[in-house]
């Protein structure tokens, strides 16, 4: 007897010393041109006799004569807070399941038929805890052949605690996750539960780690030679209009300063759009944005990617309040008088005026507000700087900034975000990084540098595709009256 149990004692102690933890991972606008030029040039804009047959000279918007003029609800605003449409991904074969291994064969496979669903019968005794390191050094996770009964008896023999467990629709069996209270180490705890035949399979509670999930780095850091260690708008105040935000995200804890509803009758649905601009200009923490430290003035004038003249011009008002810097203004609709007055009177106030293209195609007509002089109109590039297939273009686009494929907050986690609208919000922050380094630099010296010092990437000059070209922020530092 002495013998066998020495035997058995030496077995346990190889398949402890056996058990090895593998990671996984996982892989103005001075040169602007003259308005009324541009706006005769727009087909679908120039209209009435003030247009030469050249399209040379117009003041109309969309042909519709003064009572359009006068107008200030825009029932059928073109709002660019969403990338145009793509097509879904072709659907995956649902693979066929595979049969229920009997418990003795210590295997355990996905049931037969039905639907894969979530698991909602999970008891938690202690919440999951992030470690560091190749496994959690006090936990095993075990498939139980049992019930809530026998997963007691075996914490109790073993002396182990019930941290988790629940019915594994995929493995077909309990899943719990037993705790080590008294420091044995994993491998030896998982050779003990060897020896109990209702544990079927015994595993250490590995760490896997995503490629990105430590600290996202945007790809646009590097493309606008903005070095993201030293990145910041400390203080620089940004006003922001767009949908309602989800500030519990972590990426905005702190970021805003304050809020303003400007259609408060209207209930708020969508918080994605404008939680992805406010972090692209001024996020925190692992979706660090373009300015870290600046102050976000968020005024809420959309909802369903729609609103209205009203609602815009009292969110702007209400910017002009609170001395803010920069505007961002990631939407376009059609021209409007007095959405042009309200932003040339922002911009003699000295504040710098960012706005969104458009997403609305090559053939698109042109888009206001980024179309009004005094307003920097902004295309979007990608990674590697071709133009963004879908975005406007004209003599109005001013510059180009990064903005397919963008990691941004969205909502209550983050989302890959692309438009005109998150090129916006790119230049906005950049534009908070030169007035953090030179507070008193005006919104015309900032114009002028950002063209001077653009990097071309289209016909040599100004283009109407992309601009000036691509946003070159350490020379527009540098480019100082």
């Not at 200030?72 to 097509?87: Q, T, Y």
């Not at 070095?227 to 940004?238: E, I």
């Not at 920097?376 to 003599?395: C, E, F, H, S």
């Amino acid at each position: 007897m002495a013998a066998e149990a020495a035997l058995r004692f030496a077995a346990i102690l190889a398949a402890a010393m056996t058990i090895a933890a593998v990671p996984a991972s996982a892989q103005t606008n001075a040169a602007k041109g003259d308005q009324t030029k541009i706006d005769c040039r727009n087909g679908s804009n120039a209209a009435g006799a003030d247009c030469a047959k050249d399209g040379s000279a117009s003041d109309n918007a969309g042909g519709a004569g003064p009572a359009q003029a006068a107008a200030v609800f825009l029932p059928a605003l073109i709002v660019d807070l969403f990338p145009n449409p793509v097509a879904p991904p072709a659907p995956v074969p649902t693979p066929q399941p595979e049969p229920v291994t009997p418990p003795g064969n210590n295997q355990a496979g996905p049931p037969a038929g039905g639907p894969i669903v979530s698991p909602t019968d999970l008891v938690a005794v202690q919440p999951p805890r992030a470690v560091a390191g190749e496994f959690v050094p006090d936990e095993v996770l075990v498939t139980v052949d049992g019930n809530a009964g026998a997963v007691q008896q075996i914490a109790a023999s073993f002396g182990l605690e019930v941290r988790s467990q629940r019915q594994s629709r995929l493995l077909g069996t309990t899943l719990v996750r037993f705790g080590i209270p008294d420091g044995r180490p994993v491998g030896v705890v998982l050779a003990q539960l060897a020896a109990d035949g209702r544990t079927q399979r015994r595993e250490p509670n590995h760490i896997y780690s995503l490629q990105q999930a430590a600290g996202i780095v945007n790809y646009a850091f590097d493309r606008i030679a903005l070095d993201a260690k030293q990145a910041s708008g400390q203080n620089v105040r940004v006003a922001v209009i767009d949908t309602g935000i989800d500030d519990s995200n972590p990426a905005l804890a702190g970021v805003i300063a304050a809020q303003f509803d400007a259609m408060p009758d209207v209930p708020v649905e969508k918080r994605d759009h404008g939680t992805s601009i406010d972090g692209l200009i001024a996020g925190v923490g692992a979706l660090e944005g373009m300015a870290p430290g600046a102050r976000i003035y968020h005024a809420r004038a959309f909802e369903g990617g729609k609103s209205t003249m009203d609602v815009i011009l009292s969110a702007l008002d209400w910017a002009a309040e609170q001395n803010v810097s920069i505007i961002n203004m990631s939407f376009v609709g059609p021209k409007n008088d007095l959405l042009g007055a309200a932003c040339r009177n922002a911009r003699a106030l000295g504040m710098v005026l960012v706005a969104a293209a458009g997403n609305n195609g090559p053939k698109a007509p042109y888009g206001y507000p980024a179309a009004f002089d005094g307003v920097i109109a902004v295309t979007a590039t990608d990674a590697k700087d071709a133009l963004m297939p879908q975005a406007n273009r004209g003599a109005y686009v001013f510059i180009s900034a990064p903005g397919v494929e963008m990691v941004a907050p969205s909502g209550a986690g983050s989302a890959v975000v692309t438009g005109t609208s998150f090129a916006a919000a790119i230049l906005s922050g950049a534009i908070a990084n030169l007035l953090h380094a030179s507070p008193g630099r005006s919104a015309d010296d900032i114009e002028k540098a950002l063209a001077a010092t653009a990097k071309d990437l289209g016909p040599k000059g100004r283009d109407n595709d992309f601009g000036y070209g691509l946003l070159d922020i350490k020379a527009a530092e540098a480019a100082k009256e």
